[in-house]
């Protein structure tokens, strides 16, 4: 079943039928200023933290309640409907919508009793407040008299947790007034006579606005329960009912900003106003509101800003396949998706809350890679956020602190570290994703000299990034567990397997193995030949380690806890077939051709589906260790055999590793959202995001996605696809290309920037082949080889790769 379509040259997805079987949301806004709204108006935003700025209200897991609504009531026959479908929720007979999920914008239109109406939310771009800007027409033959009615409801507290739980305090703080258009809620407003800047038990007045803009208010409400009317709900509010709001602001329990303003609307005529949000002190409210007072001419100017900023973001990297699903992917979605995850890192959506107060180690430095290739400016910047956040003993801080002070935080070491993030020990492989992901920036700019770039410790000390990577492998080479693989501290990348402090991890011996060959390029810039005789020696000895201890017949077992059990083995009655081990023995290289096709078709064979490949099988239930968490979920779920998404991307960039052209873009298809737009019934989650999981096959709700968003698959399917099935894959001097793609590409294109040029490259493939270079043209010239050097690039550089 389907629900809308993708417009891939607004790129903007449309949904046509407003009853999605789950809230189809959208990112607006920057790190100052973040706003998540749904296609029927439901959503939150907060300033610079979910945690502790929260703005807006929202009640999780539940209706995708309350939002940014607007009301529209007919004066003269007093019906009234939602300029989106939902809160009223008009017959779809009668109500007829479309919603267009934008690049940081999204739009919503509807046509009900004569009356078209066309909002459009949006963060301006470098401002942090929020709009809503409304554009009305009467479509019929007479005057019509509407309200336009706006709500927002303001949470009382600025930490969502009190004011969702701790009623007690956070229902007596709140006072709201009205002046200027504009309703001003304060909380803590009893301070407003204390010193400015001084705070009484840490807390301070704070200034929330919701104002109109292009026409008069003529009535407003402050008051939740005043506007809705009690035992009424979002759906048929009291104040929208009666036409006119009740003037009255509120004075502890729950505030809102409703505004109404009453329309005259001539035969054909279109009117425009705009109601806006932030968190500000009044007189900053009262400027902003104040500059849209030509709103239809200052709303279509920022909105135009808006895509032309995102759109020339994305124009970095732009392909043309036979697949469209692909390219929807690759050109916007997918890209797009990344950005948001590199913001928000897995601070806030419809699943994560808000709580997460900081970015997770792991997840940010992986979630970096993903925007590389398009925005490395940005990507440099987190990268040198990430290394302030290493520890001088090598170690990633499982959680930084959106506050972080790089050179004076305190570590896992520390109690007051772990007391204050919950997070009670170091994890073994936070540091190592600094490997690929530094090396793909360096790769992706030529930028050498960042190597040398000094940069702070989290804690004390500071050093080139040469020396921070060089920390990361003593971390490991400190850590290591009886078998002398590097130790599984508190977790690997999977939370839910728990092989002890001493345990053993081959994920991260794999990983680490990766480290070390990584590491060697950046020490033959160098000239550091002592450093790259000891990587060998230490590559070597763990390479033999990881064979000799890891290969079991015709796959790699996960790993060994620290009471020696192995986990994985072919003859276990649980969980003996996992699937990262095998993708990461391609991509480490320290499997062999013969080894790596074994362990990947055991793969295919054992663990793929219709949906993608699931993290391990069987899964667990009546054989699970002390360290198996994952049995705490449903069978199918999560981590316990559920499709993993993030893992989708490792299988694919092995795969193309290895030139399996065809299977690499099959296992794409099978976990693409825009590949399963016709089957939102089934997946639920919207088709131009990824999700975290997909239940696996042993879960009755086979293909059902869930976690939005915010989940590292977008980074790593897109590194899969880049680097892997279109084959760009730059070094310190030069771009390689090898494509490993479906044998029936007759040809496809690729348009990248790359360090300063402009490159277009056709790909050819008459003999319909996966993968392998037969010929490639610099600009006519035939080059040996698939190897581009930067020095024959020019600024409009025509690439012509034939596969053999």
Known sequence: MKYGYFDDEKKEYVITRPDTPAPWVNYLGSPEYGAIVSNNAGGYSFAKSGANGRILRYVFNQFDEPGRYIYIRDNESRDFWSASWQPVGKDLSEYKSECHHGTAYTKMMADYSGIHSEVRYYVPLGKSYEVWSLAITN???????????????????????????????????????????????????????????????????????????????????????????????YGNPQGVINGKLNNQGNYNENGCGALTTALSIAPGETKEIAFLVGMKDDAEAGEIVASYTDTASVCKEELEELISYWHKQLSHFQVKTPSPEFDTMINTWNAYNCFMTFIWSRAAS??????????????????????????????????????????DNGGGLPLVKFTHNPGHEDTPDDASYVQET???????????????????????TGNVDFI?????????????????????????????????????????????????????????????????????????????????????????????????????????????????????KRDDPEANM??????????????????????????????????????????????????????????????????????????????????????????????APAAQN????????????????????????????????????????????????????????????????????????????FRGCHLHITVKNPNHAESGCKKLLVNGQEMEGNYIPEEILTAETVVELYLS
């Not at 054992?606 to 490949?613: K, M």
């Open 350 to 391: 419809f699943t994560y809350c808000g709580l997460r107060n900081g970015y997770g180690y792991r997840d940010t430095v992986q979630d970096i890679q993903g925007v590389i290739h398009l925005a490395p400016e940005m990507a440099v910047e987190k990268i040198r956020f990430m290394l302030s956040a290493q520890v």
């Open 578 to 671: 996992w699937l990262n081990p095998q993708s990461w023995a391609v991509i480490s290289g320290l499997a062999d051709e013969k080894q790596g096709d074994l362990a990947l078709q055991q793969v295919y064979d054992r663990l793929n589906t219709e949906y993608g490949a699931i993290l391990m099988d069987p899964p667990y239930h009546a054989h699970a260790f002390d360290g198996a968490l994952a049995v705490i979920y449903n069978a199918g779920t999560k981590e316990n055999a559920g499709i993993f998404s993030q893992s989708q991307g490792w299988i694919i960039l092995a795969e193309a590793l290895r030139g399996h052209g065809e299977r690499a873009f099959e296992y794409f298809m099978e976990n």
């Open 139 to 233: 479509d019929t033959d007479k005057v019509r008299s509407v309200n336009v009615t706006g709500y927002a409801e303001f949470t009382n507290n600025s930490n969502y947790e009190q004011d969702q739980v701790n009623l007690q305090y956070s229902q007596f703080i709140t006072k709201s007034v009205f002046h200027d258009n504009r309703v001003r809620q304060m909380i803590h407003a009893n301070l407003d006579q204390i010193e400015n800047g001084k705070e009484v038990d840490n807390k301070i007045v704070v200034n929330r606005f919701f104002g109109l803009a292009g026409a008069e208010v003529q009535s407003w409400c402050g008051d939740k329960e005043e506007f809705l009317g009690r035992y009424h709900g």
């Open 452 to 568: 040398d770039e000094v940069i702070p410790f989290a804690n004390k000390d500071e050093g080139t990034v040469y020396e921070h990577l060089k920390r990361a492998i003593d971390f490991s080479m400190n850590h290591l567990g009886k078998h002398g693989m590097p130790a599984g501290l508190y977790a690997d990348w999977n939370d839910c397997l728990r092989l002890g402090k001493d345990g053993e991890s081959t994920f991260v011996a794999l990983q680490f193995y990766y480290a070390m060959t990584i590491l060697k390029e950046f020490a033959a810039y160098k000239k550091d030949e002592s450093y790259i005789g000891y990587l060998d020696e230490c590559q070597k000895n763990l390479g033999n380690l990881i064979q000799d201890l890891c290969w079991n017949e015709d796959r790699f077992i996960r790993g060994f806890t620290e009471n020696g059990e192995v986990i994985g």
């Open 678 to 753: 016709d089957r939102a019934e089934i997946r639920r989650l919207e088709p131009y995001c990824y999700g975290q999981f997909t239940e696996g096959k042993a879960s009755p709700n086979f293909g059902r996605s869930h976690v939005h968003w915010l989940t590292g698959t977008a980074s790593t399917v897109m590194v899969g696809c880049v680097e892997g099935i279109l084959g760009m894959r730059p070094d310190f001097y030069g771009l390689h290309i090898a494509p490993s793609v479906p044998k029936a590409w007759d040809e496809f294109e690729i348009d990248k920037d």
């Open 422 to 444: 919950g997070h009670p020990a170091y994890r073994a492989d936070d540091a190592l994703w600094l490997f690929p992901t530094v090396y793909k920036y360096v790769s992706e």
